[in-house]
């Protein structure tokens, strides 16, 4: 690259100043047009700001050298000024030809840099749309805390202390919680069900409401398994509530999401608080019911549990809301697990996938 016809410092008036330093950077904006790889940009860089040799450090140098004094301060000023307008310039001028002066940094006419567009993570979609199928049946949606204590978790859900049905939640406990009593010991919330306690305490029946949540459980991470995990609790009570209103409830909530060829059933389970308790099969949505590998060639797919709310729940919400008498009321609860939902509906084999992060994963569904 030619020499760039620098001048020389003769005078140290203002003006002169300014015309010196206007001079080099106008040289450098005329290099810099130049430069359109990043190879050239990067032999600009060296040629004007390069530690040893580079233009800059010896026009600093030969200038301040000579001036008197008084001056100094100004070429100072100056110099700084050039030397972060030429770096700038490099620094942003990467891929496309740096220019010094604002008025040449922006070509309007180039394409801007289109921003990645956001979209909803498959298992929040699923969540939006298990809970609206319910919301769409008149039920609220609440929330509570992932960080719970063992009486909403465990003892107001009618699991006795050392119930051997509490080794069936794999509970990730809170340390250091000894020295206080077991109800109110700390524990990150198994399941959505302590929602459904701590909402009846806070509203007397009739109550129609669904639950949204992250629950946490001591398991080990494999193709189906992850310690974090979704639920979508419900709870409706009311007066008459019935076996059939539950069966016909999920029928249509199962119906609605997998589509309305979709089959249900119920077969005997046991969960504590709930009392009959069953566990619901959907017809496979991979095969319609022939049997196939995904549902182990039976035909269904066991998605939820559910049951009528035990009197023993209504005990302990009576404690601080009596309304919940059992002899007037009754009710029916379920809870299912949305992360398989979310993996049946799009095809996701890994349930590690739905916590990795991974970018091209995630790419897929926006
Ligand atoms: N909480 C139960 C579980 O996590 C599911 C369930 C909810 C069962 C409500 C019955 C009623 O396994």
Redesign the pocket.
Same mark, same amino acid.
């Given at each position: 690259m030619p020499n760039p016809e620098i001048p020389k410092l003769e005078e140290y008036s203002l003006k002169a100043l300014d015309h010196f330093f206007q001079t080099i950077q106008a040289c450098f904006s005329q290099e810099a047009t130049q430069a359109h790889t990043p190879e050239a940009i990067e032999e600009l860089r060296i040629r004007w700001v390069g530690r040893k040799q580079g233009l800059l450090k010896t026009i600093g140098e030969s200038c301040l050298k000579t001036a008197p004094a008084d001056a100094k301060k100004a070429i100072g000023q100056r110099f700084n000024a050039l030397k972060e307008q030429i770096e700038q310039a490099l620094e942003t001028g990467s891929g496309s030809a740096p220019t010094a002066s604002p008025a040449d940094s922006i070509d309007i006419t180039l394409p801007g840099t289109r921003p990645g567009t956001g979209a909803e993570h498959p298992l929040i979609r699923t969540l939006h749309e298990v809970v609206g199928i319910f919301e769409r049946m008149g039920y609220s949606v609440g929330v509570g805390p992932e960080v719970e204590t063992d009486y909403y978790n465990f003892e107001s859900l009618n699991f006795p202390p050392n119930h051997p049905a509490r080794d069936t939640q794999d509970t990730l406990v809170v340390a250091g919680q000894q020295g206080k009593p077991l109800r109110e010991r700390l524990l990150m919330r $198994?399941? $959505?069900?302590p929602v459904q306690i701590r909402t009846m305490e806070q509203q007397p029946p009739p109550l129609r409401i669904v639950i949204p949540g992250k629950v946490h459980r001591n398991d080990a991470a494999d193709a189906t398994h992850s310690p974090i995990f979704h639920?979508v609790?419900g709870l409706c009570v009311d007066t008459n509530i019935t076996f059939s209103d539950l069966k016909g409830t999920l029928d249509h909530a199962m119906k609605e999401l997998f589509g309305s060829s979709v089959k249900t059933r119920f077969f005997p389970s046991f969960?504590p608080? $709930?009392e009959p308790?069953a566990d619901v099969q959907i017809s496979c949505i991979f095969c319609g019911g022939k049997g196939c590998r995904k549902c182990k060639h039976s035909g269904w797919i066991e998605l939820? @549990?559910? @049951?009528m709310v035990d009197p023993a729940v209504f005990g302990f919400v009576r404690e601080r809301q009596p309304a919940y008498d059992p002899k007037k009321i009754s009710g029916f609860?379920? @809870?299912m697990g949305i992360d398989r939902i979310a993996m049946m509906r799009y095809g996701i084999g890994d349930i590690g996938l739905l916590y990795s992060g991974d970018v091209r994963f995630l790419e897929q569904f926006a």
């Open positions: $198994t399941h $959505t069900s639920q609790e969960f608080f $709930t308790s939820l @549990g559910c @049951g609860a379920f @809870g």
